[in-house]
């Protein structure tokens, strides 16, 4: 294998592959990165075999070919680099990076043994939004959870939504539950709701924030596929049963608030100084919020709020409350209460297309 391309270009790519590289992987291949070169194209991929990412680029092929190297060690080389020309030259047993200024010998390990990657086959089912996609899967992978020994919370629902043409992410950990609708492009006929790995969309989210095109999606040989614009991340999905989670939304009938999210988000960073469990209270024009550490101390703070219905107070973890106002869009936010031990409803502004439901804590 021998090409030629651009230093930044190529600094690109590994890094891209390298997000798909476990740090803790236990088979020594899974360390690398596989690398073809064939025709015009420069194609690096990674598996940690939850997630595979295979990114490409123009390049100067002179000889085709296939290697497996270091991911840490080609990645810190390439980086290292000055800009210019860089060749990539497989030989017995090493690849060899060669610029103007040096040439660095890299192991190579057999292409044979690592892992097959996905590859994109045919047309897209689905296109959203790259910045959309993006906030939607930072709205709800904050309420998403990180115990292994329950799989299916450590995943992300996607579903159709409830009008044609949109579908809905939904996480949840068992304490906070959020979901976010977007509107979506192309034919949601035969589309299998879903538990994606909530690692996989994060990675996802992080690639289209420098993609502009949109995110394409599909469903292929047993896996979610996702499309921006020369990668592609594949990714396992995760078994089991998502918790019925529409029983859990609160009808919030009997108190409705409606209050500056910026204004209720500081009053919580601030109590959270002082503890994480705080009360809060709910009375006709204004929200108060106390935080009681005795080895510590106490806060009270008092916000003006439009209340309807009942007066009431009810205990909230300061951490998961907070994460559900800063994910709100809205200049003004909606929280829907029922009852001092039942679940409470935080949105957007006149509308349902951003939700998070926190539970309560019991007050002392």
Request: net charge negative.
């Amino acid at each position: 294998m021998i090409v030629t391309c651009e230093k930044e270009k190529l600094n690109g790519l590994v890094q891209t592959a390298l997000r798909g590289v476990s740090s803790r992987a236990t088979m020594p291949i899974l360390t690398g990165l596989l690398i073809n070169a064939e025709g015009k194209k420069l194609v690096v991929n990674s598996t940690d075999l939850e997630m595979s990412i295979r990114a490409e680029i123009e390049a100067e092929v002179s000889e085709s070919g296939s290697t497996v190297v270091s991911g840490r060690l080609i990645g810190d080389v390439v980086k290292s680099l000055p800009s210019g020309t860089v060749v990539l030259e497989t030989g017995e047993k090493y690849i060899t990076v060669k610029t103007a200024v040096g040439e660095y010998r890299i192991r190579e390990m057999a292409p044979e043994d690592f892992p097959a990657i996905p590859k994109w086959e045919g047309e897209s089912v689905l296109k959203a939004p790259g910045g959309e996609f993006l906030l939607a899967v930072q709205q709800t992978s904050r309420a998403s959870s990180n115990d292994e020994k329950r799989p299916v919370l450590t995943g992300t629902l996607m579903e159709k939504g409830a009008s044609d043409g949109s579908i809905k992410l939904v996480s949840t950990d068992s304490y906070r539950l959020s979901w976010k609708t977007i509107e979506v492009s192309g034919s949601l006929e035969g589309w299998e709701d879903c538990i994606i790995p909530t690692k996989t969309l994060n990675e996802v989210a992080r690639l289209a924030g420098s993609v502009e095109d949109e995110v394409e999606l599909k469903m292929q040989d047993k896996q979610v596929m996702f499309k921006l614009g020369d990668m592609v991340v594949s990714s396992r999905l995760i078994e089991g049963q998502f918790p019925n989670y529409r029983q859990l939304v609160p009808k919030g009938e009997k108190t409705a608030i409606k209050v500056s999210r910026d204004d209720l988000a500081g009053v919580v960073k601030r109590a959270l100084i002082f503890g994480h469990n705080m009360k809060l209270g709910v009375y006709s024009d204004h929200l108060s919020l106390i935080t009681e550490t005795p080895e510590v101390g106490d806060s009270k703070e008092e916000i003006p709020a439009e209340v309807t219905g009942e007066e009431m107070e009810i205990g909230f973890n300061g951490t998961y409350l907070l994460d559900g106002i800063m994910a709100v869009e809205t200049e003004n936010l909606e929280m829907r209460l029922d009852d001092p031990l039942k679940p409470a409803l935080v949105k957007n502004e006149e509308s349902d297309n951003y939700s998070y439901i926190v539970m309560p804590v019991r007050l002392r």
